[in-house]
């Protein structure tokens, strides 16, 4: 089993940065696929960018692309989302979620954990 705790939400202007993380604990294996989802209100879930733990190799959602970066550090177990640039419609609770495949993929359903989710929010 695997336990995903999300940190670093908060309020912050259009233009700014902020940076996630996510914490796994129980056991994770360098195959596993971690991603970053949101949900803003009244929307469904969407994919954001997801990272494979051995690899390295990432993907993100066109609509984050060139302004967010997932990173991963194996030594800590953590997942990192640094978003520059931050918009409006950035706005949303985000999600870490982890896949046991190699295999990065952009359905939500496609993963087997998840955390609890962290609150960003983007003022004017």
């Known amino acids: 089993q695997v336990q995903l705790v999300e940190s670093g939400g908060g309020l912050v202007q259009a233009g700014g940065s902020l940076r996630l993380s996510c914490a796994a604990s129980?056991?994770?294996?360098?195959?596993?696929?971690m991603g970053w989802f949101r949900r803003a209100p009244g929307k469904q879930r969407e994919f954001v960018a997801a990272?494979?733990?051995?690899?390295?190799?990432?993907r993100y959602s066109d609509s984050v692309k060139g302004r967010f970066t997932i990173s991963r550090d194996n030594a800590k177990n953590t997942v990192y989302l640094q978003m520059n640039s931050l918009k409006l419609e950035d706005t949303a609770d985000y999600y870490c979620?982890?896949?046991?495949?190699?295999?990065?993929?952009?359905?939500?359903?496609?993963?087997?954990?998840w955390g609890q989710g962290t609150q960003v929010t983007v003022s004017s």
């Open positions: 990272v494979n733990l051995g690899s390295g190799s990432t």
């Open positions: 979620a982890a896949r046991r495949s190699v295999v990065i993929t952009t359905v939500n359903n496609e993963y087997d954990y």
């Open positions: 129980g056991r994770t294996f360098n195959w596993y696929t």
